[in-house]
């Protein structure tokens, strides 16, 4: 099986640690290593490096290469701009399908953290499995929940349609994406529902039917690209098509699309998180609400549930009596927020674009 692990975001809801130049799944938020490379270090030892592929966007390649020297370049998959995920992912499978349309591929995502590495892989190599063998055309790979978490995207299951060496797989009924905290209640307190980690394994055939039955200008925009694949014309046909792409989110093109009977669901207790926001990362590190989350000199005197990091060596932060609070001081900036005003972060900083302060951003 194929890794094929997605790593272009440009991460502004953890401004100012993530920046347009340096995006958070380059920066070590969690420990000494950054959350791409951690991706990495969870597939290498059991796929090898000739099986995994990086897609990102084309300014952050040479990022790639220097943190992933062990990945060989041409398996890595430059974006020339923005489109959101339907064509970075149909791009992706163009070049993975290059090598075998048929063999199984896993798509992974580069920001992600998992604490029980082996339940991860376990999972991983039972999806493959029910690739092969059975009628799935898709398997999700879910988080069974801890709790009523709003921020993440939610899978309804229904019957368990059988066991694989151990795990228990069911059939997939519908994707949630975000709902209300008073739904997820309802979704946690049900038992039918798992978080969507967005993982999953299917076949590049499989996929690559769906765009062309249900996007088919993306589809043919795509077939003038991956025409071009292995020539000296493909940057060219790349930077000329790819930018003209329908900018639209991989769910609404593709996985919107897709019957029940076509996946299935497994899930497990991986310690999976995301820390797509600066609040999510300080419940990653620091699940605790009494606890704080802190990096770097810092004293947090009277202070709970929040996150308190500090990137310059020789200057001390300290903070006093801050409940809830979000406080991360770089060299050129400095956010205090609230962790009830965090999902506005992302807004302010897109404000900065065009302006004098774009440098930022």
């Not at 974006?79 to 992912?89: F, H, I, N, Q, Y």
């Not at 190599?125 to 709003?150: K, Q």
């Not at 979000?326 to 400095?334: G, Q």
């Amino acid at each position: 099986m194929r890794a094929l692990i997605f790593a272009g975001g440009s991460g502004r809801r953890l401004w100012p640690i993530s920046r347009q130049a340096s995006p958070k799944q380059f920066e070590p938020i969690i420990g000494e290593e950054s959350t791409l490379q951690m991706a990495i270090s969870r597939v290498l030892p059991t796929y090898g490096a000739d099986s995994i592929y990086v897609a990102t966007n084309s300014n952050y390649l040479e990022m790639v290469q220097d943190q992933l020297p062990q990945i060989d370049p041409t398996h890595l998959i430059g974006e020339p701009t923005r489109r959101d995920l339907g064509p970075a992912v149909g791009l992706a499978m163009a070049h993975v399908a290059q090598e075998n349309e048929d063999e199984p591929v896993a798509i992974l995502w580069s920001d992600n953290v998992i604490e029980n590495v082996g339940s991860f892989l376990h999972l991983m190599s039972t999806a493959e499995s029910l690739v092969l063998e059975t009628d799935a055309e898709l398997v999700y790979l879910g988080e069974t929940p801890r709790f009523a978490n709003e921020n993440l995207g939610w899978i309804r299951i229904s019957d368990q349609l059988g066991t694989h060496d151990g795990e228990p797989y069911f059939r997939f009924e519908s994707l949630t994406y975000r709902p209300s905290l008073e739904k997820c209640r309802a979704m946690f307190e049900s038992g039918d529902y798992v978080w969507n980690t967005g993982f999953f394994v299917t076949r590049p055939r499989f996929i690559r039917s769906l765009y062309r039955q249900y996007m088919p200008e993306m589809w043919e925009q795509l077939s003038e690209i991956e025409a071009s694949i292995g020539t000296d014309n493909y940057e060219t046909v790349l930077n000329d098509v790819y930018p003209k792409m329908e900018s639209i989110s991989f769910d609404d093109a593709i996985l919107a699309h897709m019957e029940p009977g076509q996946a299935l669901v497994l899930h497990s207790d991986m310690g999976w998180s995301d820390p797509g926001t600066l609040y999510a990362l300080k419940e990653t590190v620091a699940p605790d609400p009494e606890i704080n989350a802190t990096k770097g000199l810092v004293i947090d005197a009277s202070c709970r549930d929040s996150l308190i990091y500090n990137y310059e060596p020789e200057k001390l932060v300290m903070t006093i009596g801050l409940d809830g609070v979000i406080v991360v001081n770089t060299e050129d900036a400095l956010l205090v927020a609230h962790k009830d005003s965090i999902p506005q972060l992302k807004e302010e900083v897109n404000k900065l674009e065009g302006t004098e302060l774009e440098k930022y951003s």
